[in-house]
């Protein structure tokens, strides 16, 4: 093989694209071999003489957004060379690894990397490492190319809404794995017992016993067949348990996954390493009962950091290759910005789409990952969650202890795990130096503009689904010390939204501050903190001195005594209290002179304003 080179070396070699060398071959001016997928170019060859130089005009390899496929990445696609993780992992010798990440952040194609590069096949697939990192690394880590039986399992498709269909597409699944590894039919060690195997999966009534023990079974049998241990690959391994958490049936799929995986993973001497990937780390205690041999690699962890995502040398040489090198800057302060212990990262997913989309800004992240269940959070967060959602929507840090070992039958039962949940699937950063560790205080922030975007439209998804629209025109009527444009909004936010938060004072007025901080551009937007010789209800303060800053206090009213008169009486009572304990310090000490103070009342969805100018 070393005499030998692919069309990526050859294209390094003579100052071309990959996408010309390779035309070239395919038209036979360039004497190659088509190994594997891939077109393999004699060391000796000469440069053809009308091969275009590398320029800025000239095509570039395509991007292969969404694809999963290693080999074919490998061989037509730009391919950001993750293969070091192999060398990583083989230094660990033995082990089960979780490797935590969000949403569309890799974890898929290096779990097929994976696969192609250990699994034992007719194919010689060594083609595909060749010209990757890995194969630079000795002769120690080329020796593990192509050695094990691979057992493989994806539960991403996984999307059931009750029990009974879940239980039956796990089993489909691990039927088709169990299918694929027909060598064992003709095993001499265990032929008759992978055909009872086999038959029991496709006897009638639930053979649920021989479904949980799928792993410890296989596993067995190949390294009989084998002489070798095997290696088992679990991708998606949470994404049942959180349909299963949101649909109803969350004891029902913890308990099939717990016997599952422990009969597979714990203490098995037939597995010489164990890949499993998911969003969150679903704790020991709920799911991996016992198995104190699986290590977590999680977003706080150093190791293993720079393979899930792309780092800035990559993005640069991106950049590079898509004749994109001046928008640098625009793709650091959109997609930038995650810290995966200690490692600067960017969102893979959008980078690629923002280069398929000729650098193109947008939310590429937005309809990747599941919203629901952070909404469900955001809409039972307790006050002081609430004053910190708000300034992370004002571009400021927060401490808060992150814990990311979710049990999620008690997530609900404890509204300040939004951060730990928030802080797993993305949305938040850690950006402590040198890394925290789990269950310690952290220092968190939105990582960029896609996320912030994002962010703001989970909260007005929740707190404000009567289009952004309204609020605009709050905001609009508020600026211009309009108390009846305000009065006759509030009431139309009032009648479509009350329903998503507590109409209580406090639960109203922290709702409403947060909608307002998703939705308003222009201020920085608090709530429930000190000026003065209280503690205001809202502050507005804007961010360019020539708009005005703006006070709001709210007093509620229940309903038994409610009429106009009292409702009024009220919302002058909460202006009152505005000017007497002095509210407006903050905002002059920020050298803002022009403040509109605004007192309303409400009791249900009728509500009234008043202001004092």
């Known amino acids: 093989m070393n005499d030998f080179m692919t069309t990526k070396e050859a294209a390094k ?14 038209a036979g001016l360039i004497q190659a071999d088509k190994v594997a997928g891939r077109w393999l170019i004699s060391r000796s060859a000469q440069r053809p003489a009308d091969l275009p130089a590398l320029g800025d005009g000239e095509p570039c390899l395509p991007l292969g957004l969404g694809t999963k496929n290693f080999k074919q990445f490998s061989t037509s696609l730009y391919y950001v060379d993750k ?19 969000p949403r569309r952040f890799g974890k898929s194609l290096n779990l097929d990397m994976i696969k192609t590069f250990f699994e034992r096949t007719e194919e010689d697939n060594s083609a595909y490492f060749v010209d990757k990192k890995i194969w630079n690394c000795g002769l120690m880590y080329r020796q593990q190319q192509g050695q094990y039986p691979i057992i493989y399992v994806s539960f991403s498709g996984v999307d059931q809404s009750t029990w009974n269909e879940m239980y039956h ?3 489909k699944i691990l039927t088709q794995e169990v299918d694929r590894h027909k060598e ?55 994404t049942p348990i959180q349909k299963g958490y949101t649909n109803g049936f969350y004891k ?20 010489k390493y164990g890949f499993l990937t998911g969003i969150l780390q679903v704790a020991k205690e709920s799911i991996f009962t016992g198995m104190n041999n699986l290590i977590v690699y999680s977003v706080l962890d150093p190791q293993f950091s720079a393979y899930f995502g792309y780092t800035s040398e990559e993005v640069r040489a991106m950049a590079v290759e898509y004749h994109a090198e001046d928008r640098i800057d625009e793709i650091q302060k959109w997609y930038n910005g995650y810290v995966f212990g200690g490692t600067e990262i960017y969102n893979p997913w959008s980078v690629v789409s923002y280069f398929e989309k000729k650098c193109e800004i947008d939310k590429y992240w937005l309809n990747t990952s599941g919203n629901e269940l952070i909404g469900e959070l955001v809409r039972k967060a307790e006050a002081d969650c609430i004053d910190q959602l708000q300034d992370l929507l004002n571009g400021k840090m927060v401490r808060a202890a992150v814990d990311i070992r979710m049990v999620y039958s008690e997530i609900a039962d404890n509204p300040s795990s939004i951060f730990s949940f928030l802080l797993a699937c993305g949305y938040l950063k850690a950006v402590d130096i040198p890394p925290v560790k789990n269950g310690e205080i952290c220092t968190l922030a939105i990582p960029n503009m896609e996320v912030l975007s ?57 709702g409403f501050a947060l909608g307002l901080s998703a939705a308003f551009a222009g201020y920085y937007i608090t709530s429930n903190r ?34 106009k008169e009292k409702l009024h009486e009220e919302a002058v009572n909460a202006l009152d209290q505005i000017n007497k304990n002095n509210y407006n310090v903050n905002l002059l000490k ?15 969805k009728h509500v009234d304003v008043v202001t004092d100018t």
């Open 13 to 26: 070699l003579w100052n071309a694209t990959e996408a010309n060398v390779a035309s070239f071959c395919v």
């Open 530 to 563: 000190e000026s003065g010789d209280g503690r205001y209800d809202i502050e507005m303060e804007p961010k360019l001195h020539d708009h005005p800053g703006i006070l709001i206090e709210f007093k509620s009213l229940d309903s038994e005594k409610y009429t």
């Open 83 to 101: 293969t070091l993780l192999l060398r990583d992992i083989i230094d660990k010798s033995t082990g089960y690894f979780l490797f935590t990440r």
């Open 169 to 171: 597409e796990l089993c």
């Open 590 to 604: 920020r050298n803002i002179h022009t403040i509109y103070k605004y007192g309303i009342a409400f009791c249900g």
């Open 184 to 238: 064992l039919r003709k095993s001499k060690k265990c032929r008759a017992e992978y055909k009872k195997m086999v038959r029991s999966f496709t006897a009638k009534g639930d053979d649920r016993y021989h479904f949980e023990h799928t792993l410890s079974d296989l596993s067995r049998m190949l390294e009989e067949h084998y002489g070798i241990p095997a290696i088992i690959i679990i991708d998606e391994y949470d």
């Open 454 to 510: 994002i962010f703001k439209k989970v909260i007005l998804d929740r707190f404000a689904p009567t289009q952004q629209a309204i609020a605009q025109d709050i905001q609009k009527a508020l600026e211009n010390n309009d108390w009846k444009s305000v009065r006759s909004n509030l009431q139309t936010f009032l009648s479509q939204s009350a329903s998503y938060f507590d109409t209580s004072a406090e639960g109203f007025y922290h």
């Open 252 to 271: 029902e799929v913890v308990g099939f996954l717990r016997n599952l995986f422990c009969h597979g993973l714990k203490d098995n001497n037939h597995v």
